[in-house]
C-alpha cells in the first residue's frame, strides 16, 4: 500500500512538472515541411512573404507578443502584419495556439 502512494506521488509531480513545462515554450514561426529534405524550399530563407503563422503556448504567452513576433517577420520583407485569426490544429501540442497573420505593404 505504501509503495502504491509512493508511485501516485510521482505521478503527480511528473504531471505537474509537465503542465509547467508547458508554460515555458517560447513563441516562433511556424515553417511549413521545415524537415521535408524533398521540398523546394528546404533550410532556405524566404525570399518573400504574403502571410506567417505564429505558434505559442496561451498559459506563457501574450497575445501581444504573438503580434510583435509576425511584425519581425513581416517587416523583414518591408510589411506589416495583419491578424487574420487564431486556431488550433498545425501547431504542436506544448504550444497549441496557431495565430495567423497577413503580411501586408504599408
Same mark, same amino acid.
Given at each position: =500500500?505504501?509503495?502504491?502512494?509512493?508511485? @501516485?506521488?510521482?505521478? #503527480? /509531480?511528473? +504531471?505537474?512538472?509537465? @503542465?509547467? /513545462?508547458?508554460?515555458?515554450?517560447?513563441?516562433? #514561426?511556424?515553417?511549413?515541411?521545415?524537415?521535408?529534405?524533398?521540398?523546394? %524550399?528546404? %533550410?532556405?530563407? &524566404?525570399?518573400?512573404?504574403?502571410? @506567417?503563422?505564429?505558434?505559442? %503556448?496561451g498559459?506563457?504567452?501574450?497575445?501581444?507578443k /504573438? !503580434?510583435?513576433?509576425?511584425q519581425?517577420?513581416c517587416? !523583414?520583407?518591408? !510589411? =506589416?502584419?495583419? *491578424?487574420?485569426?487564431?486556431?488550433?490544429?498545425?501547431? &504542436?501540442l506544448?504550444? &497549441? #495556439?496557431? /495565430?495567423?497573420? *497577413? +503580411?501586408?505593404? &504599408?
Open positions: =500500500m505504501r509503495y502504491s502512494r509512493h508511485l @501516485v506521488g510521482i505521478g #503527480v /509531480a511528473l +504531471c505537474l512538472g509537465a @503542465v509547467a /513545462a508547458c508554460g515555458g515554450r517560447e513563441a516562433y #514561426v511556424y515553417k511549413a515541411k521545415e524537415f521535408d529534405r524533398n521540398d523546394t %524550399n528546404f %533550410n532556405k530563407e &524566404p525570399t518573400d512573404r504574403s502571410a @506567417v503563422t505564429i505558434c505559442y %503556448n498559459i506563457g504567452t501574450s497575445d501581444g /504573438a !503580434k510583435a513576433l509576425a519581425q517577420e517587416e !523583414k520583407f518591408g !510589411k =506589416m502584419a495583419i *491578424a487574420t485569426g487564431e486556431t488550433f490544429g498545425v501547431c &504542436p506544448l504550444t &497549441p #495556439v496557431e /495565430a495567423g497573420f *497577413a +503580411c501586408r505593404a &504599408p
